[in-house]
């Protein structure tokens, strides 16, 4: 959030809460409900629309996410809820706790933000990949 707001010019003044009109108006201004039944949970995603790979490397992203322990533990954990306590937690999903509001379930494939999360089994090459365009110290 720092680095998108880089771009303005912020100036943040304390306002008590009752000099705070609009929100408060917005607050108390709900909308009815049409009676429109929602069945299930709602998911509304881009992230793997705005996501800078092709679909082939989703696709074994999502495999290896699949037979890894770590993340595929990682993904029921954030799918079916996180725990009240870190000590709760499986021993897999403790190094994500974090940053377990950021993260995400996408299609199978793990996110934090907009960024997947490399599987242990692809992070070699990955790394490797990275190396590739890196021109040495000068």
Known sequence: M????QHYDVDGR????KELYVADTLS???LPNFGIPIEGPLEVSVVKELTPSSSEKF???KRETAKDPN???VCKVVQEGWLEQ???CPVEAKPYWTVRDELTVVDGV????????VPHSLRKDML???HEVHQGIV
């Open 59 to 61: 696709e074994e992203f």
């Open 128 to 130: 490797s990949k990275i």
């Open 2 to 5: 720092l680095m998108q707001l």
């Open 110 to 117: 793990l996110f934090k933000g907009s960024k997947m999360i």
């Open 86 to 88: 870190i000590k709760e």
């Open 14 to 17: 304390y306002k008590k809460g």
């Open 71 to 73: 993340p595929a533990v």
């Open 28 to 30: 108390r201004a709900y």
